[in-house]
């Protein structure tokens, strides 16, 4: 399969202008997560993720330049393991959320890089601010569910990373990580 990122980021509730023959694919939560990373003063690394996300995904396995996907973050829903952190992630020094509620991504080109991977480009809107990010996706596996052999999943995992000072986040930067890796595991099927 070379559909790659149809199940990004990932992501935003507008999808590509471009006309597809993607169909709509329903995404795994139970299977799913989108996960970050940040350096602390060199000492150690802090791992956190978004709890709550939509995804909207139209794929094709046959054409993945017509992968389209939308994400939706809470940005609310941080979560680092650490209250007192995830309050101070919350506040204006970082992520605004009482102004800025939430996070998307919305593809505008998906690229074969190989039979399992592509290059996933699109828009981020993080504190009110829009900029191009461009991830790199790997088809895990794509086939029938063991379970149920009529159901279709593919599973991807998608990895890049943010300059968070681009998006005018510089608090602490670059002692606590300015540039934060991010990543997305999605297993996902066609929508019935």
Request: aromatic share 6%; charged share 15%; net charge negative.
């Amino acid at each position: 399969m070379r559909g790659l990122l149809a199940g990004l980021i990932l992501g935003c509730a507008a999808m590509l202008s471009s006309p597809a023959s993607a169909a709509p694919y329903s995404v795994d939560k139970d299977h799913a997560q989108i996960t970050f990373t940040a350096d602390h003063l060199g000492f150690s690394t802090v791992h956190g993720q978004f709890r709550n996300w939509e995804a909207v995904v139209d794929f094709d396995p046959g054409n993945v330049e017509a992968t389209q996907v939308a994400i939706t973050i809470d940005a609310t829903s941080i979560d680092t393991a650490s209250a007192l952190r995830d309050k101070s992630l919350r506040s204006k020094n970082f992520l605004n959320t009482a102004t800025f509620p939430t996070i998307t991504f919305r593809t505008t080109s998906v690229t074969p890089t190989g039979t399992d991977t592509a290059t996933v480009t699109g828009d981020l809107t993080l504190i009110g601010v829009t900029k191009p990010v461009t991830m790199s996706a790997k088809l895990n596996k794509l086939g029938p569910s063991p379970f149920q052999k009529d159901q279709m999943i593919a599973g991807f995992t998608i990895t890049g990373q943010i300059d968070r000072r681009e998006f005018g986040m510089s608090f602490a930067a670059p002692a606590v990580s300015a540039i934060i890796p991010i990543r997305i595991d999605l297993e996902m099927s066609p929508s019935s």
